[in-house]
């Protein structure tokens, strides 16, 4: 039996040729390779498709390598807006990808993740490892202490967040951290429930 695509377009007339205007930026945070199961990279790319069709800006690191470049180039290839940001120390490592429709170069790591924070209105988390990690924490911890509201949200790939949704519950059990933290990530299986939890959560 034939699985079911990860993301088609939502039904419904739609100008043709014609992105819908929007001002919401959705930052995605994911893997610099593209990880041992093809279904990772099939996610990146219905994601950056999806992104695009519904006319929000992808904004993400400015790579074009491993799930980085399969989200941007299938968000260029829709017609997406696309905001990029990299630090000059991983212009070469990541291949800086010039042709975004914003590119940045910033000094440090620091720099690059206030920039990607500050030009999005949620947080979307594909698979990735110790880096997506990091920005990830870095978000959750703000939101943790009341600096922003901003929706974050994982796309949970054939299950390969589960340890981490095992580790904040963990977290909480043992007391170093209030309920609120794991009610702060919205846990999709997929890129339809993506669109879906992104759409409740930008209106």
Not at 44 to 63: D, E, I, P, S
Not at 105 to 118: A, D, G, I, P, S
Not at 179 to 186: G, N, V
Request: negative net charge.
């Amino acid at each position: 039996m034939a699985r079911p695509p990860l993301w088609e377009p939502s039904p419904g007339p739609k100008p043709k040729g014609v992105i819908m205007p929007s001002l919401s930026s959705v930052c995605v945070y994911c893997g610099s390779r593209p990880g041992a199961r093809p279904a990772y990279a099939q996610a990146a790319r219905a994601t950056g498709a999806m992104l695009a069709a519904r006319g929000w800006r992808l904004v993400y690191g400015a790579g074009d390598v491993g799930l980085m470049g399969e989200v941007a180039r299938a968000a260029q290839a829709a017609g997406g807006e696309t905001f990029g940001v990299i630090p000059v120390h991983l212009f070469a490592r990541e291949v800086g990808k010039r042709d975004l429709s914003t590119f940045i170069v910033t000094e440090n790591m620091h720099e690059r993740k206030k920039v990607m924070y500050m030009n999005s209105d949620a947080i979307v988390v594909l698979p990735g490892g110790a880096g997506s990690l990091d920005e990830l924490f870095e978000v959750l911890t703000w939101r943790q202490i009341g600096l922003h509201e901003k929706p974050i949200l994982i796309l949970n790939t054939e299950g390969y967040w589960e340890p981490l949704r095992a580790l904040i519950e963990q977290i909480v059990t043992e007391g170093f951290a209030d309920r609120s933290i794991a009610e702060m990530l919205i846990w999709v299986e997929d890129v339809a429930a993506l669109e879906a939890a992104l759409e409740t959560a930008l209106s």
